[in-house]
């Protein structure tokens, strides 16, 4: 059983699809401990309501490597062996990266690497999508590195721009696909069924 450590900083609906996927048995996998960076998380409250320990570690003052090394403690505490950062706002250490390498998956709501990096996340990713005029976007599940959202690719869904989005509308057609590419990448971690050669993450599909 693989344990699970899951990152948040705000609504955790990534957070509860992962909770529901465990509980629906589609991942084989234990969420051992949920952590916050702030107080009002509403994540937070349904991780107590899922009977799963929940942790709001307050990031004043200590600098970001501190900071990543009271959350490490928190997480070979719990012998966690993959990391979720699900709408988890703070950029982590190249210690931590490091300690959790190929096991720290994220979830973007574009098609990286368009409308990544620094300063992309939540409402101002679809702003951007909307004011470039793309016609579609989408979300995006990696693994983590040192980058900001640069990290291999485990999965990718698109999502059709209309000309009448808003980013409230488009935001809602891309946490949808969020939550089903988040619980798949996890499941397969879980499963041991992610190659990993370089950059490139491809599915093993065991006959
Ligand atoms: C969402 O904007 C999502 O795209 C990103 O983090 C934000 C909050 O997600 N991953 P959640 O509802 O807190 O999981």
């Not at 966690?80 to 300690?99: C, M, P, Q, T, W």
């Not at 040192?146 to 869904?157: A, Y």
């Not at 808003?166 to 809602?172: A, P, Q």
């Amino acid at each position: 059983m693989v344990n699970i450590g899951v990152l948040i900083s705000g609504n955790g609906t990534n957070l509860q699809a992962i909770i529901d996927g465990i509980d629906r048995g589609i991942i084989k996998g234990k969420i051992q401990v949920v952590i916050s960076n702030r107080k009002d998380a509403f994540g937070l409250i349904r991780a107590k309501k899922a009977n799963i320990e929940s942790l709001y570690i307050d990031p004043a003052g200590c600098d970001a490597a501190a900071y990543d090394q009271k959350i490490l403690y928190e997480l070979k505490k719990r012998n966690v062996d993959l990391v979720v950062l699900a709408g988890y706002l703070r950029i982590l250490s190249k210690e931590f990266i490091e300690e959790y390498k190929n096991r720290i998956i994220n979830i973007h709501p574009s098609l990286i690497p368009s409308f990544c990096g620094r300063g992309y996340y939540g409402d101002r990713v679809h702003k951007a999508v909307l004011d470039y005029g793309v016609k579609y976007t989408g979300a995006t599940a990696h693994l983590v590195d040192e980058g900001t959202d640069t990290g291999p690719i485990i999965l990718q869904e698109v999502v059709k721009v209309d000309d009448n989005d808003s980013v409230e509308t488009l935001k809602e057609k891309v946490l949808e696909v969020e939550h089903s590419i988040l619980v798949q990448a996890v499941k397969l971690f879980c499963e041991n069924k992610l190659s990993i050669k370089g950059r490139l993450v491809s599915i093993i599909d065991e006959e």
